[in-house]
């Protein structure tokens, strides 16, 4: 008997819940070629979208991304709107996770919201929403969209789809350090995310309990051990995405306590993990963060090494914002060390891709700190005319 789209849908749902994204793979493989024999275009759709949500999840961000592509040209071409827009949440989710490319993830955000919604699908308009959501700039943009999903999923009664929207909503109240109230959605959440079976949801929030739970000392420790069991989850299911962020969380929490030699082991491990599944975005993404440590320990000629490859690496994925961003940092490093003509040029560089990308917001950062570098770069020749510059060594 043919496969039905109903139950192959729900089939690849159940998987991912358990994080069997290889037995995912292996199914739909079996599902295309059937599929496209028999020229059934939902199946063929169907098989590409639970092959890219797999391999997505397994770190193979290529593949993922040209299933998405597929996927999206065969819903259009049959047409189907909740197909689209499945399409196009999955393509974004690829483009974020894999390529933190924020602004092609919006675009399609944008698309599948304006779908969703037109055709009247609430549950898939809350999914787009809970992605503008998580890529949101502000935390306030992200709980507004965040009470939009609770709500829906609480008409829908979807589990699922409101522990997701209670942990985005959790995450804005991190990010604006409100960790009491974070604390008890986080709870909600989990509690919702063990109810529907979903392990990799569950194990996502418990990380993010370690986080909040590590910004007190009398609970850090604790918090420690639930960001470990958290990225052990993570590794046990092979999911690249969510042990690369685990092992930046737990990097930064080091940072904050100032345990230099803890943060560059995970930073270290992220680099190992992004090598070895050789993926260039997440190289490019640890060496910024590795030039970042290196500036903390006072070393900013070995930060400027860091950041110099990191804008290769950047270059190399297509990744413009991302470049600019390390072109700052390198600006800031060669500032540090009164190298002001130098620090100007990258900051120059920097703003021109912040114009080109019409990202105003960090285009007038870029021209501001090039406005204050002339000004250090003055005081500095005034000191030293003075014979005021302090003695090195």
């Excluded at 507004?144 to 997701?164: C, G, P, S, T």
């Excluded at 959440?189 to 979903?198: I, N, P, T, W």
Aim: proline share 2%.
């Amino acid at each position: 008997m043919p496969t039905k789209t109903d139950s192959l849908s729900y089939d690849i749902r159940q998987l991912m819940k358990a994080g069997a994204f290889h037995d995912i793979v292996d199914r739909c493989h079996v599902e295309l070629t059937l599929a496209r024999r028999e020229k059934r275009q939902s199946i063929e759709v169907i098989a590409l979208l639970g092959l890219a949500d797999a391999q997505c999840s397994l770190g193979h961000f290529d593949f993922a991304r040209d299933y998405s592509s597929q996927a999206l040209e065969r819903a259009d071409q049959i047409p189907s709107a909740s197909l689209a827009v499945d399409a196009l949440n999955l393509r974004a989710r690829v483009a974020r996770e894999g390529y933190f490319q924020t602004g092609e993830a919006l675009d399609d955000y944008r698309r599948a919201v304006d779908i969703a919604f037109e055709a009247g699908d609430m549950r898939r308009y809350a999914q787009s929403l809970l992605g503008m959501g998580e890529i949101a700039a502000s935390p306030a943009d992200s709980s507004k969209h965040a009470w939009r999903v609770i709500d829906i999923a609480r008409e829908l009664n979807d589990e699922q789809l409101e522990a997701r929207g209670i942990l985005l909503l959790s995450n804005a109240l991190i990010r604006k350090g409100d960790h009491n109230k974070a604390s008890d959605g986080l709870l909600v959440a989990l509690r919702k995310a063990q109810s529907v079976g979903d392990r990799l949801l569950e194990s996502v929030i418990i990380g993010q309990q370690g986080l909040v739970l590590a910004q007190e000392a009398a609970t850090f420790e604790r918090g420690i051990e639930q960001q470990l069991v958290a990225l052990d989850v993570c590794r046990g299911m092979e999911a690249i995405f969510h042990e690369f962020m685990r092992l930046y969380t737990l990097s930064m929490t080091m940072l904050a306590a100032q345990d230099l030699g803890e943060a560059r082991a995970y930073l270290d491990q992220m680099l190992a993990l992004a090598q070895d599944v050789q993926h260039g975005p997440y190289e490019m993404y640890t060496l910024g963060m590795l030039g970042q440590w290196q500036e903390l320990r006072g070393k900013p000629d070995i930060a400027i090494s860091y950041y110099g490859r990191a804008i290769e690496s950047a270059r190399a994925a297509g990744n413009p914002a991302y470049a600019a961003r390390y072109l700052y940092a390198l600006g800031a490093a060669h500032q540090s060390q009164g190298e002001f003509a130098t620090a100007r040029s990258y900051y120059k560089e920097a703003q021109g891709i912040y114009q080109a990308l019409d990202d105003g917001r960090n285009a007038t950062r870029a021209r501001a700190t090039i406005l204050y570098s002339y000004l250090l770069a003055l005081a500095s020749r005034i000191i030293n005319l003075l014979g005021l510059a302090p003695k090195r060594g």
